[in-house]
Structures are given as C-alpha cells and as structure tokens.
C-alpha cells in the first residue's frame, strides 16, 4: 500500500501562487498514477489535475490550465501541483490521491491523502 501526504497549502491571495507536495510513504509513488483533487464546501470532488506514472502524460482540468502544474519527482517520490495566478474559486480542501490511470472518477484511485487546505482571499 501507499499512503500519500499533502503539504503546501495554506492562504495566499488573488493573483498569488502556492505548491502543494504529495509525498508518500509504504510503497514508493512511482508505481502509480497520481491526481490531485479538490473539494469545495458543498461541492463535489473534482479533478484538478493528473500524472501518469512516468510523468509524461498529464491532464488538467479546463478551470486551471494555463494557471497550474502538476509534475513529479519519483526520484523524490513526490508530486507537486504549482498553482499560479490563484483565484477565490480556487479555495477548497486539495488531495492526493494515487490509482492505476489517471481518471476524472473518485473511486478509481485505491488511496487517498487526508487533504490540505488552500484559501484564496480576494
């Protein structure tokens, strides 16, 4: 099993950036896809963006191209979404989660972070 876990979140305003790390613990991170999610209150969880295991493919969901990145670092065993030019609507609980093939539904990843927060103050 792998264990992923958020760093990186925290307040940032309009216009500003933040990082969010997912590192993992058990078994190492290469061996899966990964995908970061968020939840909003009173919203669904959506995906953000997404990783194939060699870090090749990406996907990013159509409200952050151009403003986010997701990369990784398996020699770090890490994945990093760069989050840039944040909006308010940005603001929502943000998580790691690690599967078999990147993929827009919940359940088709096995594990999960416990999420961190990013607020976005206008």
């Known amino acids: 099993q792998v264990q992923p876990v958020e760093s990186g979140g925290g307040l940032a305003q309009a216009g500003g950036s933040l990082r969010l790390s997912c590192a993992a613990s058990g078994r190492p991170l290469r061996n899966y896809a990964v995908a970061w999610f968020r939840q909003a209150p009173g919203k669904e969880r959506e995906l953000v963006a997404g990783?194939?295991?060699?870090?090749?493919?990406?996907r990013h969901t159509d409200s952050v191209k151009g403003r986010f990145i997701i990369s990784r670092s398996n020699a770090q065993n890490t994945v990093y979404l760069q989050m840039n030019s944040l909006k308010p609507e940005d603001t929502a609980v943000y998580y790691c989660a690690a599967g078999n093939v990147v993929d827009e539904r919940t359940y088709m990843y096995d594990y999960w972070g416990q999420g961190t927060q990013v607020t976005v103050s206008s």
């Open positions: 990783v194939n295991r060699n870090g090749i493919i990406t």
